[in-house]
């Protein structure tokens, strides 16, 4: 069974800085996809970084430059660096992975995180 808790999210002021964690267990990082996706009240699910399993990581226009998403395949650990958070950055931040194809992952994740929460405000 394929389980995937976040960790890490917070308040924080405009400009500053988290780092999100995703725990996976039962499922392998280098056999699929992986990423993070938000959801503000109110507003769509959006996609903001893939990883794939070779490697190559992709980022939604509205975070590039500031989020890295990395991964730590000993500790089978997933991450998320967050830097210059805006208070537009607030929303509940979801872990996902899928070990399909890219039309999968994109359309629907197989399996998710139960989410947290990040809040930047002054």
């Known amino acids: 069974q394929v389980q995937l808790v976040e960790s890490g999210g917070g308040s924080v002021q405009p400009g500053g800085s988290l780092r999100l964690s995703c725990v996976a267990s039962g499922y392998t990082f280098s056999g699929g996809w992986m990423g993070w996706f938000r959801q503000a009240p109110g507003k769509d699910r959006e996609l903001l970084t893939s990883?794939?399993?070779?490697?190559?990581?992709t980022y939604a226009d509205s975070v590039k430059g500031r989020f890295t998403i990395s991964q730590d395949t000993s500790k089978n650990t997933l991450y998320l660096q967050m830097n210059n958070l805006r208070p537009e950055d607030t929303a509940l931040y979801y872990c996902?992975?899928?070990?399909?194809?890219?039309?999968?992952?994109?359309?629907?994740?197989?399996?998710w995180g139960q989410g947290t929460q990040v809040t930047v405000s002054s």
């Open positions: 990883i794939a399993r070779y490697g190559l990581a």
């Open positions: 996902a992975a899928d070990r399909r194809d890219r039309v999968a992952w994109l359309l629907q994740p197989e399996y």
